[in-house]
């Protein structure tokens, strides 16, 4: 655990000394998410991240945010040639063509899961069976990368047409959009968010 913004709190030693990522850790990091935007906003950053820290692409978000259309997927699915290309020259962003077609073709799936479902929220709560879990981990080594939640979002995503969403990819982002509380049982968050 580190005490780093304020002496008097114990929070989870991954964000370091680093300010963004207290800062994410202490207002966002496994809230749970029920909007639908911002859920697509997740699991666009987590495809960016594969194979880079958090940290990274936190300090790209708010670009990310301009050059993807504030992540509406109805506006990045209609994304042509051009704007691939467009965006691949744009250095604020992580600069990967794999991950921004995969973005594109995501949105798309995204859009119909929305009409299948009524919503992306009502598709991907139902893995947990719309309630958080709550894990109780005393060090970070305990928290896993993956578990057969996750794995089976993967699958169903990847069925869907969902590409980079590994069983990896899906529990970063069943972390990020509240889904599961795995801060520390030290960190203050764990408390809050019971």
Same mark, same amino acid.
């Given at each position: 655990?580190?005490?780093?913004?304020?002496?008097?709190?114990?929070?989870?030693?991954? +964000?370091?000394?680093?300010?963004?990522?207290?800062?994410?850790?202490?207002?966002?990091?496994?809230?749970?998410?029920?909007?639908?935007?911002?859920?697509?906003?997740?699991?666009?950053?987590? +495809?960016?991240?594969?194979?880079?820290?958090?940290?990274?692409?936190?300090?790209?978000?708010?670009?990310?945010?301009?050059?993807?259309?504030?992540?509406?997927?109805?506006?990045?699915?209609?994304?042509?040639?051009?704007?691939?290309?467009?965006?691949?020259?744009?250095?604020?962003?992580?600069?990967?063509?794999?991950?921004?077609?995969?973005?594109?073709?995501?949105?798309?799936?995204?859009?119909?899961?929305?009409?299948?479902?009524?919503?992306?929220?009502?598709?991907?709560?139902?893995? +947990?069976?719309?309630?958080?879990?709550?894990?109780?981990?005393?060090?970070?080594?305990?928290?896993?990368?993956?578990?057969?939640?996750?794995?089976?979002?993967?699958?169903?995503?990847?069925?869907?047409?969902?590409?980079?969403?590994?069983?990896?990819?899906?529990?970063?982002?069943?972390?990020?959009?509240?889904?599961?509380?795995?801060?520390?049982? +030290?960190?203050?968050?764990?408390?809050?968010?019971?």
């Amino acid at each position: 655990m580190q005490n780093n913004a304020d002496k008097n709190l114990l929070r989870c030693d991954w +964000t370091g000394d680093n300010k963004e990522m207290i800062k994410y850790h202490d207002e966002e990091w496994g809230i749970p998410v029920h909007n639908d935007r911002k859920l697509f906003e997740f699991i666009t950053l987590d +495809t960016f991240q594969a194979g880079l820290s958090w940290s990274i692409v936190l300090h790209k978000r708010e670009n990310f945010r301009k050059v993807f259309d504030n992540f509406q997927a109805d506006k990045i699915a209609e994304y042509n040639p051009q704007k691939i290309n467009e965006l691949l020259k744009n250095g604020s962003i992580i600069r990967n063509r794999l991950k921004i077609e995969a973005t594109i073709n995501n949105a798309k799936a995204f859009l119909k899961i929305q009409k299948e479902f009524g919503s992306f929220d009502k598709y991907i709560w139902q893995f +947990t069976h719309n309630k958080v879990i709550q894990n109780r981990w005393e060090k970070m080594s305990a928290v896993p990368t993956k578990t057969e939640i996750s794995d089976a979002m993967s699958a169903d995503l990847k069925k869907r047409g969902f590409k980079f969403v590994g069983s990896t990819i899906c529990y970063a982002f069943m972390q990020a959009a509240g889904m599961v509380n795995d801060h520390l049982i +030290t960190c203050f968050r764990h408390r809050e968010l019971i």
